[in-house]
C-alpha cells in the first residue's frame, strides 16, 4: 500500500501535470514520443553507430545496452510493480474520475515504478557514462530524452510523478551497477577506455 499522504501529495502533483499544464503543443507531441515503437529508428541508428564506430568493441557496448535494458524493465516489471501493487491513476476507482486520458486505453498493469522512466534512465545514465568523455552532448540530450518521456506518462494520465521519480532513481542506479560491473569486469579485458 502506498503511503496515504504521499498519495495525496502525488495526487495534486498528477493533477497539476495533467490538467493544469494542458495544452495543444503537448497533447500533440507527448502522446506519440511515449509509445513503444516511436524510438526504434533512434535505437537502431545509435546501434549501428556504435557498431560502425568501435567494431567488435561496439558490438559488447550494445550488448551491455541490451543487458542494462533488460536488467531494468525486468526489475521494474516482474519485481517492483508486483511488490507495491500501485494502481494506475486511470486505472484507481477513486481517482480516475479526475484523470485525462490522453490515450486510447489505460494499461491494467501496476503503477510504481514506472518502467518507462526505469529503462530511459538507465539507457541515458549508461549512454553517458560509457560516452561522456568523447561525446560532452550525450548527457544533456539523452538526460532530456528520458524526461521528456517520463514526463509524457504523467501528462497522458498513466503514471503518477512519484511512479517517474522513483523509475528514475531506479533506472540510474540500475546502469551505475552494470557500469561499475562492466568496467571492474569487462572493460580491462578488452582494452575499451571510457
Not at 501493487?85 to 474520475?97: G, H, S, V
Request: charged share 15%; with cysteine.
Amino acid at each position: 500500500m502506498f503511503p496515504e499522504a504521499l498519495q495525496h501529495l502525488d495526487e495534486r502533483l498528477f493533477t497539476f501535470v495533467n490538467q493544469t499544464l494542458e495544452n495543444n503543443f503537448f497533447d500533440a507531441i507527448l502522446p506519440p514520443i511515449r509509445g513503444k515503437n516511436f524510438w526504434v529508428p533512434l535505437y537502431l541508428l545509435i546501434t549501428g553507430i556504435i557498431i560502425w564506430k568501435y567494431k567488435w568493441k561496439g558490438l559488447v557496448l550494445v550488448i551491455l545496452l541490451i543487458a542494462n535494458a533488460t536488467a531494468s524493465d525486468q526489475i521494474s516489471s516482474a519485481v517492483v510493480k508486483p511488490a507495491v501493487n500501485r494502481t494506475r491513476p486511470c486505472q484507481d476507482p477513486a481517482f480516475k474520475e479526475h484523470v485525462i486520458l490522453r490515450i486510447d486505453r489505460c494499461s491494467p498493469g501496476k503503477s510504481f515504478t514506472s518502467s518507462h522512466a526505469t529503462n530511459t534512465f538507465a539507457f541515458a545514465t549508461l549512454l553517458t557514462l560509457l560516452f561522456r568523455k568523447r561525446y560532452k552532448w550525450v548527457f544533456p540530450v539523452s538526460f532530456l530524452w528520458a524526461f521528456s518521456i517520463s514526463f509524457a506518462q504523467i501528462y497522458v494520465g498513466v503514471h503518477y510523478p512519484f511512479d517517474i521519480l522513483a523509475g528514475m532513481l531506479l533506472g540510474i542506479t540500475i546502469a551505475v551497477i552494470i557500469f561499475t560491473l562492466a568496467k571492474l569486469f569487462l572493460f580491462e579485458r578488452i582494452h575499451l577506455n571510457t
